[in-house]
């Protein structure tokens, strides 16, 4: 196993205060959020976005590395250079999502688990040729009535745990991103409770596969509410139970953690990330870091609206969300400030 090369380059991923920025939408979650916002989808579109954001100067400046996806990786940009090499270049790592999609568990109804197993050693040692240094595999857990179900928490750890260990035998480092959805109305103690759950299921499967922790970073959700709960706790008590809740579950072999930000409002999710820094930064074994798609691109893709005369100014609010993050990592992040530089 490439083991210091899995370490180092786990360290670099959460290194400087950095962190990652997920460009990794598939073809219909990208058109989704285009057909919102009236951009035409279509394959010409998605690559002038994705070629804006990897062309967004200093970038590197607060993103350690970009998760692309299989069309984006194999992707040239105007001028012939192959994408990759752009944010390469540029200093940042490149990622690639590997999973196939969540798909619906058989005999768990509301349920899913993710798939892309097979074959899956033969397209990870591809990817390391094309030049990714890292991967990225999605389980989503929903909570409901009744669920989520002890069959769902167990098929979605095993296949996290069979994806990271393939990805470290082909020296990509594993992201293990096992998501508690946020849509519901149940309460922030649901939410820690089945996080807790998963995440020990996921480490013990992580464990039974014989996954080097050092050689990984996890991205979970943080610990927060269900969308449609009528009690919305403040960011101090969303930054508290999500440390509570990872203290209880993360082994401290793991370099760091990157959240996801699963339809938070960017500041909510910036707030929320700097509120866990200025009060744990210093007594958590994880970095805790961010691995945002949404809370980083959602203004810059609103801003852009499919026009190329909008790049400049869509990357400029790019280069904002991805600064207010890094800021958030170090404590230093000012909800006042971020909206007067955001106008
Ligand atoms: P969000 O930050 O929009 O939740 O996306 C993160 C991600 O990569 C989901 O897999």
Redesign the pocket.
Known sequence: MHKQQLIDTARSLVADDKGLL?M?ESNPTCHKRFAKLGIPQTQEYRFAYRELIAKTPGLSESISGA?LYDETIRQTTSDGTPLINVLKNSGIIPGIKVDAGAKDLAGHPGEKVTEGLDKLRDRLAEYAQLGARFA?W?AVITIGSGLPTAGCYEANAHALARYAALCQEAGLVPIV?P?VLMDGSHSLARCFEVTEEALRTVFQQLYLQRVLLEGMILKPNMIVPGLDCPIQESVKEVADATIECFQHSVPAAVPGIAF????QSSELASARLNAMNVKYKSQVPWALAF?????IQQPAMELWSGKAENTQAAQKALNHRAKCNREARRGEYDPQIDAVDAS
């Open positions: 997920a990794d998760i990225k999605r991103e998501e996801l930000s699963g339809g691995s945002f798609a949404r809370a």
